[in-house]
């Protein structure tokens, strides 16, 4: 193994919430008076931090969301949560694969802690991540495609950069990663392969990313 830390990007990557999400976030969007598909907001949304979205609309609309878009929003991804998320398919024997090599992994997110943790509780997934394996965008500030997070992960789990890998299935995560002076591999199973070109590797399915890190 010639990574000394794996960090994983959650939804899409360990948790299958993206359709979720998107699905959600675009049916609320266009309830407020914002009409968004469900390809929209793949493409402009997918990978961001809440205030992104906010800033977007802004920027595109010169009308804020309201204050309370956020509970909302959440409020409805969690109870689709309980109803609808697994695992993403093969990713438990990843880390089950880096549990027996002795990698150091945790997970860097743009999602909320609350969001994380219902994410990981729903699928079982809360085993493999303990309190300090789990980072998310509100402990910096700044969301993808900020380097800000996944810094900061490397730095609590005392990695320096160069020696990190992050694996991610958007462009804005690619992007931080990038920027974060990290390697990088793109999960293609929801994104295009050229979205993701900034990547080192590219990879469709869990089998192939445990075949990657050998």
Known sequence: MRYDLILFDNDGVLVDSEPISNRLLAAYLTELGHPTSYEDSIR??????????HE???ERTGRRLPEDFDDVFHARVFAAFE????AVVGVEGVLEKLAAD???YCVASSGSHERIRVGHRTTGLDRWFEEGRVFSSQDVGRGKPAPD???YAAERMGVAPERCLVVEDSPLGVQAAVAAGMDVYGFT?????????GANQLFATMG???DLLV
């Open 189 to 197: 199973a929801m994104t295009p392969a050229e979205r993701l070109a």
């Open 102 to 104: 002795r990698v150091p």
């Open 208 to 210: 192939e990313l445990a």
């Open 56 to 58: 977007l609309v802004l």
């Open 83 to 86: 109803r609808e998320l697994r």
């Open 44 to 53: 402009d949304y997918m990978g961001s931090a809440m205030h992104r979205i």
């Open 149 to 151: 997070l996944f810094l």
